[in-house]
Nanobody
């Protein structure tokens, strides 16, 4: 079992920045690739970014367009999503997820553990 707790969400204006954090506990964190997903009101959950368990490979959805950066700290069981140049379209609940594999994935079905989510609101 892996428990995930997100934090760092909030309300910002267009162009602002936020850093989301995900704290993991339970089984060895470094055994898991990690991902961030988001779900906007009335929409399906979508992939944002993912990172390999070693941290050397990161994948992003096209809409990120260089604005977001995923990173991890295996010594402290943390994964982060640095978000810059936020737009109203980024408004969503952001979820952290853990995949028992070395490689990152954009498919949510590959992730076994999920956090409760942290809301992000971007106003124009």
């Amino acid at each position: 079992q892996v428990q995930l707790v997100e934090s760092g969400g909030g309300s910002v204006q267009t162009g602002g920045s936020l850093r989301l954090s995900c704290a993991a506990s339970g089984r060895a964190f470094s055994n898991y690739a990690m991902g961030w997903f988001r779900q906007a009101p009335g929409k399906e959950r979508e992939f944002v970014a993912a990172i390999s368990r070693s941290g050397d490979i990161a994948n992003y959805n096209d809409f990120v367009q260089g604005r977001f950066t995923i990173s991890r700290d295996n010594a402290n069981n943390m994964v982060y999503l640095q978000m810059t140049r936020l737009e109203p379209e980024d408004t969503a609940v952001y979820y952290c997820a853990a995949r028992p594999d070395a490689s990152p994935s954009s498919y949510d079905g590959h992730y076994h553990y999920w956090g409760q989510g942290t809301p992000v609101t971007v106003s124009s």
